[in-house]
């Protein structure tokens, strides 16, 4: 029975290990853009474009109505360069005042640039049908 547990702590300690936020500093170049569903800017200082793809999925809970979780959206992306395209995803809960702006949480490291989400609009209302573009403002990093 005590080797069970003291497994069982082990497991769930060295598990632990690998589950944190990419952090640390970012690269004093940093842009933060705001891109309409199917839009692209141009990562200055590259050969890269950065094209916001859209929406995956959306369980935000809306802002009219009381949920028992907060839910989540994934939106896609996709880096271009010359001679390849690096496809991604960013997924966690985004609220209707975005993250922190120092917030890593909903990041991915991709063609070797840290892309942060950091607001995702329209935020879902329950009474409204909203036909509106998406639109994801990030932080593009390297």
Same mark, same amino acid.
């Given at each position: 029975?005590?080797?069970?547990?003291?497994?069982?702590?082990?497991?769930? %300690?060295?598990?632990?290990?690998?589950?944190?936020?990419?952090s *640390?500093? &970012? %690269?004093?170049?940093?842009?933060?853009?705001?891109?309409?569903?199917? /839009?692209f800017r141009?990562?200055?200082?590259?050969?890269?474009?950065?094209?916001?793809? *859209?929406?995956?999925?959306?369980?935000?809970?809306?802002? /009219? =109505?009381?949920?028992?979780?907060?839910? $989540?959206?994934?939106v896609?992306?996709?880096?271009?360069?010359?001679?390849?395209?690096? =496809?991604?995803? &960013?997924?966690?809960?985004?609220?209707?005042? *975005? =993250?922190?702006?120092?917030?890593?949480?909903?990041?991915? &490291?991709?063609?070797?640039?840290?892309? $942060?989400?950091?607001? &995702? /609009?329209?935020?879902?209302? /329950?009474?409204?049908?909203?036909?509106?573009?998406?639109?994801?403002?990030?932080? =593009?990093?390297?």
């Open positions: 029975m005590r080797a069970a547990t003291f497994v069982s702590v082990l497991i769930i %300690s060295v598990a632990g290990f690998g589950c944190r936020p990419l *640390g500093p &970012l %690269s004093s170049q940093t842009t933060t853009f705001e891109l309409l569903e199917k /839009d141009i990562i200055p200082d590259t050969d890269a474009r950065i094209t916001f793809l *859209g929406p995956v999925s959306d369980s935000r809970c809306p802002a /009219d =109505v009381e949920c028992i979780t907060q839910g $989540s959206a994934s896609e992306f996709r880096i271009d360069r010359p001679a390849r395209q690096t =496809v991604f995803m &960013l997924e966690g809960y985004v609220g209707p005042d *975005g =993250v922190g702006e120092g917030d890593t949480r909903i990041s991915a &490291l991709a063609d070797g640039f840290l892309i $942060s989400l950091l607001r &995702l /609009d329209p935020y879902p209302i /329950d009474s409204l049908v909203n036909n509106d573009l998406y639109r994801a403002r990030i932080r =593009v990093g390297r």
